[in-house]
């Protein structure tokens, strides 16, 4: 089974950019489908953006041009590199493989205004 340690979060003003990982203990490789969720007090988990195994991505509405989600199987690694940043966006970002039904503990990305 995979385990899932998301990082890079932090507090940054409206229309910077961070980047988030999401390292796995254990082999990506043969998940089909990992993805990036938020979530915010009171508000259902949202997906903000997927990715599969053939590199074929999907993303939010509300994200689309300003986010790119990516992996690298070789690391272990899966990435979401957010620009152009709203304070909109703050929430607490959680990673998601298929495999295993697993979920990170989530990072914490503030914007300010």
């Known amino acids: 089974q995979v385990q899932l340690v998301e990082s890079g979060g932090g507090l940054v003003q409206a229309g910077g950019s961070l980047r988030l990982s999401c390292a796995a203990s254990?082999?990506?490789?043969?998940?089909?489908?990992m993805a990036w969720y938020r979530q915010t007090p009171g508000k259902e988990r949202e997906l903000v953006a997927a990715?599969?195994?053939?590199?074929?991505?999907t993303y939010a509405d509300s994200v689309k041009g300003r986010f790119t989600i990516s992996r690298d199987n070789a690391k272990n690694t899966m990435y979401l590199q957010m620009n152009s940043l709203k304070p909109e966006d703050t929430a607490v970002y959680y990673c998601?493989?298929?495999?295993?039904?697993?979920w990170g503990q989530g990072t914490q990305v503030t914007v300010s205004s």
């Open positions: 990715i599969s195994s053939a590199g074929t991505t």
């Open positions: 998601y493989a298929i495999s295993g039904n697993s």
């Open positions: 254990g082999s990506i490789f043969s998940n089909k489908v």
